[in-house]
């Protein structure tokens, strides 16, 4: 297996490479920061089975240049492509009473990564897809249906969009047989995504949360690897909601 993974040098994206390199899989990573993805990429190729293989390039994925050549890099490198993780995420405060200059340079931020850079990168990605058999899987979040708690105007209109994003490609590639589906992690500890989350507002996500805790990235690692596997061959369009129950049913 070939994989390809955005934001693939920390968190839910190391941790959906570790977890694709330990099965044997070939695994391609894309950052901005060099140096990360380096380090990420040694540790990956030293903790893993006798020739794990992972390749990295540095990359915005809101720009298309950037991304259209390192996706076209390491697919040639590695031969092809099965399997599309679009998981490289950006995060900005923006409130309703937000000044509108500094409101619309977080939201352009917000969605050249989290919403054009899914796109760009599953363009660029898209003629080098295995048919059938090929998987394209968007990280999104639960933001998307709840709005979050205050200021995630940008954030949560991303993700939502992310959805769109999602739907459409169905309709594009379902009849060369690739699926196309997201997962939406509620709270996920183990992140530097979160390791600023303020305590009394964590407290509030549990509170909301019917299994009463937080989750890890081993929990939505196993759901993007259920996303990619054989058995989720007739599973497409789908939300898949990684979030201990705050949200379900939609």
Excluded at 74 to 92: K, M, P, S, T, Y
């Amino acid at each position: 297996m070939r994989v390809v993974i955005t934001g693939g040098a920390r968190g839910i994206g190391a941790g959906a490479a570790a977890s694709f390199a330990a099965d044997g899989a070939a695994v391609g990573l894309i950052g901005r920061d060099q140096e990360r993805l380096a380090q990420t990429a040694d540790r990956l190729t030293q903790s893993g089975p006798a020739g794990t293989r992972i390749v990295w390039r540095a990359a915005d994925v809101g720009d298309r240049a950037q991304i259209a050549a390192a996706v076209g890099e390491i697919c040639a490198d590695l031969g092809g492509l099965d399997v599309l993780v679009n998981n490289a995420g950006q995060a900005r405060w923006v409130h309703a009473d937000s000044p509108l200059e500094t409101a619309e340079r977080y939201w352009d931020e917000v969605m050249a990564v989290n919403l054009k850079g899914a796109f760009l990168t599953s363009l660029a990605a898209i003629p080098h897809l295995t048919r059938p058999g090929g998987r394209i899987i968007n990280l999104s979040s639960v933001t998307a249906f709840l709005g979050g708690h205050g200021g995630s105007i940008a954030y949560a209109t991303s993700k939502a969009g992310l959805h769109g994003l999602t739907y459409a490609l169905v309709r594009e590639l379902s009849q060369d047989g690739i699926t196309v589906n997201a997962v939406a992690p509620g709270f996920i500890e183990d992140t530097d995504f979160n390791s600023d989350f303020p305590a009394a507002a964590r407290a509030e996500v549990i509170g909301e949360t019917p299994l009463g805790r937080t989750g890890s990235v081993a929990d939505v690692v196993a759901a993007v690897r259920y996303l990619a596997s054989p058995e989720a061959s007739f599973v497409t369009g789908e939300i898949l909601h990684v979030n201990g129950g705050r949200v379900f049913g939609r």
